[in-house]
């Protein structure tokens, strides 16, 4: 009889390891927001099934000749290749157009990453080590590969519930980015009209701007190099106007295949072991308090300018909450808000130029942590 | 001072993923203070960027 043990050495090991069954109870759960409820199905889905395939008896997908450690090790912990190279496609779906046309708009991007470093430091009272902190707070940065990067850099212990909470959350931009607004501006804010008269702009503008951006984050933040570049350089692909075909490849087969690949490696860090304990739930909850301060810091700066600018020159402060890198939902759920407010106010074009800019604020933010934590030996 | 309202942040949120750090505490404000500054000195150099591209290629429209 004991020859057929083989057929049940599987079932006991579950048994023993009972907090694996949790783990797939968790991965279907990540399947069940993706298909059911369209929450990033691209990657949520992939993380969910990942889930469930690395919380099998060993020596299934891990250990030494194991297929998602094998990728975890040489596409996120070698080099962090994966997302980097998502960068590339994801550049290349920008049009920095509205950006360029209405600079005034980076304003945002920059105090859209406020709830980075609020959650950083929530999260360092809360009792986490400080690379644990900063890598928490990058959910804020509402920008799933850097997240996943910054997390990678500095060996945080929680980089599975990280990405989890950082796609999770972007799904439900729809949702908290009209009750944080909510929660800090009047009726009347919200109905304030912004006339768009953007500057044209030629095409040389559109070229020489991935490249010098690239060269400004080099020499000012050199730790976001990496993503300011990939991303850049799938932005200059786009922009040269003789590259696209290329440029086709890098904003769908490129970025498809390597969304792919990038859940279900990411699913690595979710072993029950991992990923079962109070801290995954503490980062699930301040990835929450990231968003709704990255908003909240947008929208409270558009409100202090305000007190500046002329009446006829006032700016609406839900353009402000749109300078978070969750392109381009984020601006689109600011066109809704005004648009329920006031059925003639469009605010689209304004909000998608902050939401660029947040793009570009939420890699600096990570070459900034990245740099810091480096000063500080945490990475 | 500091260090007294230091250690009662550490005191008040000491938690069950074990005790606060105080040292981490000024990190991380330090953290915030030079983060912010700091990405918005990139914005503003993007921002003075993007006003010289638009001023010196403007009378080349092609959009």
Redesign the interface.
Known sequence: MSDFSFLTDGAMYMIEHWNMLIMWLIGGLLIWLAIKKDFEPALLLPMGFGAILVNLPLPGVLGENGIVQWLFEHGIEASEAFPLLLFVGIGAMIDF?P??SN??M??F??AA??G???T??L????????KD??SAGVIGAADGPTSILVSQQLQSNYMGAIAVAAYSYMALVPIIQPMAIRLVTTRKERQIRMPYNP????????I??PI??TL??GL??PSSVALVGFLMFGNLIRECGKLETLSQTAQGPLANLITIFLGITIAFQMQADMFLN??TL?IMALGLVAFIFDTIGGVVFAKILNLFLPKDKKINPMVGGAGISAFPMSARVIQKMALKEDNQNHLLMHAVGANV?GQ??SV??GG??LS?AGI?GLS | MKWMVMNL??KA?????????TE??M??????G???L??????????I???C??RF???????
Do not use: C, H, Y
């Open positions: 157009g950006l360029l600079p005034k980076l304003l991007g920059g990453q406020f980075i470093f609020f950083v430091l999260a360092v009272l809360l009792g986490f080590p400080l902190a900063m500057q044209s702009v030629s095409r040389t503008t559109k020489l701007f010098i951006v400004i984050a000012i933040a109070w801290g503490l800019a570009i604020g600096v933010a900034i942590i810091l500080w | 942040l550490a949120f000491d938690s069950a993923l074990g005790p606060v750090q981490d505490i990190k991380s404000l330090e953290l915030m030079k983060g912010m700091g990405i918005f000195v990139v914005m503003v150099l993007i921002f960027l993007i006003f591209l638009n290629t403007g009378n080349k429209k092609e959009d």
